[in-house]
């Protein structure tokens, strides 16, 4: 116990011995030390701030020239079509109403002729395969009252409630067959010829409705009748040279 306690005490004694002489060789020194790190601090801050001066300069500079260009150059917009002077092109309407059945009318901006177009178009449609079902029927029926076979006796539902056939209206029945089938025939043919029609005439409306578009008619557009006097000279007496007559006049 002694030892150690005796050891402790020169260990205090070399560490008050060496104390002084620490505090007067490395304090100066560290505080050297420090006012240069401290002053190095401050260059590279002063530093940074003149190269923010630099920079905030620059963007200024910049923005300043972006300014200049949009009041000279100011943005162009594309501008919205005015549909109260549209005038639609008689050929695109032509090719579009020969393409698509009614897109000249569309495209003519004429939605109104619309239902009667498409109306014709069905109705022709309709027509045709009405008829074309009925051909067929009576033509099934002829040929069965023509082959003289019991067992093929199709024309049997068109005959009415109670009705029959036999030798004494064979032939009576044999003529109103054909006679029927002939007419669902020429009637389907004409519905598709009808068709056609429809389909002509929709085309032509687009193509003349877009070249009367641009058509001129003016608020001074006026028919005169009025009473004259003509010369016809059949004479050299005046009564028996003129005659009356209606003059008319258009003013456009």
Wanted: glycine residues 4%; positive net charge; proline residues 4%.
């Amino acid at each position: 116990m002694s030892d150690m306690t005796t050891r402790i005490n020169r260990r205090v004694k070399r560490l008050f011995f060496f104390l002084p002489f620490y505090l007067l060789t490395f304090l100066p020194s560290s505080a050297v030390a420090q006012n240069e790190v401290s002053d190095s601090i401050v260059m590279a801050i002063d530093s940074m701030y003149e190269a923010m001066a630099v920079d905030t300069a620059a963007i200024s500079d910049t923005i300043k020239h972006m300014k200049s260009i949009v009041e000279l150059e100011p943005p162009t917009m594309k501008a919205k079509r005015d549909w109260s002077t549209w005038r639609p092109n008689p050929q695109r309407a032509l090719w579009l109403a020969l393409v698509i059945p009614g897109g000249g009318q569309i495209y003519n901006r004429k939605y109104w002729k619309l239902p009667i177009v498409y109306g014709g178009f069905v109705g022709c449609i309709y027509a045709m395969m009405w008829n074309n079902m009925m051909y067929h029927d009576y033509s099934q029926a002829y040929l069965d009252i023509m082959d003289n076979d019991p067992t093929t006796a199709s024309y049997n539902q068109f005959l009415h409630l109670g009705k029959q056939i036999n030798d004494s209206n064979i032939e009576r029945y044999k003529q109103v067959f054909k006679s029927r089938k002939d007419k669902y025939r020429r009637w389907r043919d004409l519905s598709f010829f009808c068709l056609i029609g429809v389909y002509a005439i929709s085309v032509i409306d687009a193509y003349v409705d877009a070249e009367l578009s641009a058509f001129d008619i003016s608020k001074d557009l006026s028919l005169k009748v009025r009473p004259t006097i003509m010369e016809n000279k059949s004479s050299m007496n005046p009564l028996y040279a003129t005659s009356l007559g209606v003059n008319c006049s258009i003013n456009f």
